[in-house]
């Protein structure tokens, strides 16, 4: 079946730092892999996209890989800053939206 | 363009109460779909609705009603409501339903069973 497994939170920051959060997943076929984020009382967003093998999606200084041979789309940014405090869910795509539980990220100034 | 909205925002019933949860979207999106978030578990689909006419079973579709009314609205009832069925409720629309689809997120519903 689909899953996605994505690191457990809160990961802790402080401004400026290289932010790596894992996600991989297991899928049948060719899905899609998403990135969204959910600012605090807000509801989720997209925050970036990738729908092959290879492609990278980017966004806001963030960026994702599709590694179709580690099944992985781990989320990179090079330098946190407060605003990026948020929770953050991987998922993937095979005509259902499937989700990560979600990491709470916190950047202290 | 207000993308997607949800009505109530935050909600309080006892056991056994009835209510519905109402959803629009002005993106004239073809599909809907409803969530239910419990922390520690991410986003579950409780119904979703491919198409104006058709509504189809999620991940968690028990204790749960939805109608798609027209194009724009898709709203969720809760019959008999249980303190299962406590959590953030959130509605969400795309342009097709394909895998690619980005799905738009209303603000969310904070739904509390006594």
């Known amino acids: 079946g689909n899953s996605v497994t994505q690191m457990e939170g809160p990961v802790t920051l402080s401004e400026e730092a290289f932010l790596t959060i894992n996600c991989t997943y297991t899928a049948t076929g060719y899905p899609s892999l998403f990135w969204y984020v959910q600012y605090p009382g807000e509801g989720l967003q997209l925050l970036l996209k990738a729908t092959k093998a290879d492609d990278k999606g980017s966004n806001k200084g963030f960026e994702a890989t599709y590694r179709k041979e580690t099944t992985s789309f781990h989320l990179e940014k090079g330098s946190v800053q407060v605003s990026d405090s948020a929770v953050y869910f991987c998922?993937?795509?095979?005509?259902?939206?499937?989700w990560g539980a979600g990491t709470k990220l916190i950047i202290k100034p | 363009n207000a993308g997607v909205t949800q009505t109530p925002k935050f909600q309080v019933l006892k056991t056994g109460q009835s209510m519905t949860l109402q959803c629009a979207q002005d993106?004239?999106?073809?599909?809907m779909y409803w969530y239910r978030q419990d922390p520690g578990m991410g986003l579950r689909l409780i119904y979703y609705?491919?198409?104006?006419?058709?509504?189809d079973k999620g991940e968690v579709p028990n204790g749960y009603n939805v109608s798609r009314l027209n194009k724009r609205e898709f709203s969720l009832r809760l019959e008999s409501a249980a303190p299962s069925q406590t959590s953030v409720y959130f509605c969400?629309?795309?342009?097709?339903?394909?895998?690619?689809?980005?799905?738009?997120f209303g603000p969310g519903t904070r739904l509390t069973v006594l």
């Open positions: 969400a629309s795309s342009d097709h339903g394909t895998t690619a689809d980005t799905q738009y």
């Open positions: 609705s491919a198409s104006e006419g058709t509504t």
């Open positions: 998922a993937l795509s095979n005509y259902q939206l499937i």
């Open positions: 993106m004239n999106h073809n599909s």
